[in-house]
């Protein structure tokens, strides 16, 4: 079994595939002036099992694309989106995110919670944005450092992992050299970070290396314990920052 296989496991059974909180995804619909709005078109990208999608789908009035490269998060998704009556508002699109399929200027809003990293901030940016209307709502959460300097493993580790990681000045800066005005920033904490996210996995390591007794498997365990031990240790310093903006016209 591929690692990628193995990554899809360890993270579907997972409420979340990243980072978050309904309370997060609620607050930064309360910031995208969304609320109220009739109709809306919705694309929720890289949206895993759907924590954020069901959210979105329950709390606007919007029809939402839930897009994912990995067709066995979208599948976990359509039963809950069945459990929870959202069907009707939630479709599904195996879809990578720096190909889809959406028509210029088709999309009131575009939802990316902990997933632009796959193709990076600033080139998602620049991809997503001929596919929402003039004053359409980009709203992504993204790795950030809260402060200005930072313990030198932190910065060592995720300058490897991650080289774009950066403070919100930065973030906040690219997006307005990409064409958008920002309407709302707010950095997430250890609820969506360590309880939300990194606990639930944790719990489910042992199962995870019963199930697939390999290298591969303790190498996965072994690289997630590492991130969770430098978040624990820093928390301070680094984050999910959610940065909501709008799309400014041409
Ligand atoms: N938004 C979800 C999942 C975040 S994890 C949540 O907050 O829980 C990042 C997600 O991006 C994963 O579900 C992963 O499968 C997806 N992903 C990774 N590369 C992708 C790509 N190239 N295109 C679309 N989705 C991708």
């Not at 990076?120 to 003039?134: C, D, N, Q, V």
């Not at 993204?142 to 919100?168: G, K």
């Not at 997630?224 to 903006?245: M, N, T």
Request: net charge negative; with cysteine.
């Amino acid at each position: 079994m591929d690692d990628l296989k193995l990554l899809v496991d360890l993270h579907r059974e997972g409420a979340r595939q990243g980072p978050g909180s309904d309370a997060a995804t609620r607050r930064a619909l309360d910031l995208s002036g969304l609320r109220g709005q009739a109709g809306l078109r919705v694309a929720d990208i890289g949206c895993g099992t759907g924590a954020a999608t069901r959210v979105i789908a329950a709390e606007l009035d919007a029809h939402v694309t839930a897009v994912d490269l990995f067709p066995d998060f979208l599948q976990v998704l359509e039963d809950h989106a069945e459990k929870a009556g959202l069907s009707d508002r939630i479709d599904t699109l195996a879809a990578s995110m720096d190909d889809l399929p959406f028509a210029p200027g088709s999309l009131d809003a575009i939802w990316a919670e902990g997933a632009i990293y796959n193709i990076g901030f600033e080139a998602g940016i620049t991809a997503w944005r001929r596919f929402l209307k003039p004053g359409g709502v980009l709203a992504v959460s993204e790795l950030t450092w809260l402060t200005a300097e930072r313990p030198e493993e932190l910065t060592e580790h995720w300058a490897q992992e991650y080289p774009q990681v950066a403070t919100a000045g930065t973030k906040i800066a690219q997006l307005e050299a990409s064409g958008y005005m920002l309407i709302g920033y707010f950095p997430q904490g250890h609820v969506e970070w360590m309880e939300n996210y990194y606990s639930p996995i944790i719990k489910r390591f042992s199962d995870f290396l019963a199930r697939y007794d390999s290298d591969a498997a303790r190498a996965i365990v072994a690289a997630e314990q590492r991130e969770v031990g430098l978040y624990q240790r820093f928390a301070d310093y680094v984050s999910y920052g959610f940065y909501i903006a709008r799309r400014l016209p041409d």
